[in-house]
């Protein structure tokens, strides 16, 4: 089965810009975890969606925001970009034995 | 808030060296997951322990979940250069997202 798939690998903005970042789970999973990571380090908890509906939200601004379509793939949105928002980016499908991630999407904020 | 610390933040050691790595937490957790992360990439799931004092062993690594539900360790035998990356503990606290640790960088000199 394909894994979970991020898009853009790299994106490059300006302070101030939006970025968007896309996000497909695995196959049949409905759930999808959106993490910050900053600097290689651990991973903050941004927001989670399972069935089209925001489930829980991590203590991020609410500048970060998000969605997901009818076919469980997601949406991340950060408006008003701030330069410590340069981070990698990761989106996990969740079955009852972990998480898989995918390879994430490195955000660089100039 | 639910913090989960790891130690050591870094580890560096000779190739066929021993090493042990702690997760710990103030809190219990339900369940708790180990995945080792490289440059680049998203985390990758190593296992998932359920039950206090469970013990399980995936080749060289064995992985113990405490007898209290509020800590486990992770421990390689014969370190290998491959096994060089980031080390996250990541544990269920009941609350339907996983909290991820402060992470451990582990780096193997040939």
């Known amino acids: 089965e394909a894994g979970v798939t991020q898009s853009p690998t790299h994106l490059i903005k300006t302070r101030g810009q939006q970025a968007t970042l896309r996000c497909s789970p695995i196959s049949g999973h409905t759930s999808v975890y959106w993490y910050q990571q900053a600097l290689g380090l651990g991973l903050q908890f941004l927001l989670w969606y399972d069935e089209g509906e925001e489930r829980n939200r991590g203590n991020f601004p609410p500048r970060f925001s998000g969605r997901q379509f009818p076919n469980y793939s997601s949406e991340l949105n950060v408006n008003a970009l701030e330069l410590e928002d340069s981070a990698l980016y990761l989106c996990?499908?969740?079955?009852?034995?972990?998480?898989?991630f995918g390879s994430g999407t490195r955000l660089t904020v100039v | 808030t639910q913090l989960l610390e790891q130690s050591p933040q870094f580890l560096s050691i000779q190739e066929g060296e021993n090493l042990t790595v702690y997760c710990n937490s103030s809190?219990?957790?339900?369940?708790l997951q180990w995945y080792r992360q490289e440059p680049g990439e998203g985390p990758v799931l190593l296992v998932t322990v359920v039950t206090g004092g469970e013990v399980k062993k995936l080749k060289r690594l064995t992985f113990q979940f405490g007898d209290a539900r509020k800590d486990s360790s992770l421990h390689i035998t014969a370190a290998q250069p491959g096994d060089t990356g980031l080390y996250l503990c990541a544990a269920n606290f009941g609350n339907e997202k996983l909290t991820f640790g402060t992470g451990t960088r582990l780096t193997i000199i040939p």
């Open positions: 996990a499908s969740a079955a009852y034995y972990g998480y898989t």
């Open positions: 809190s219990v957790f339900s369940s």
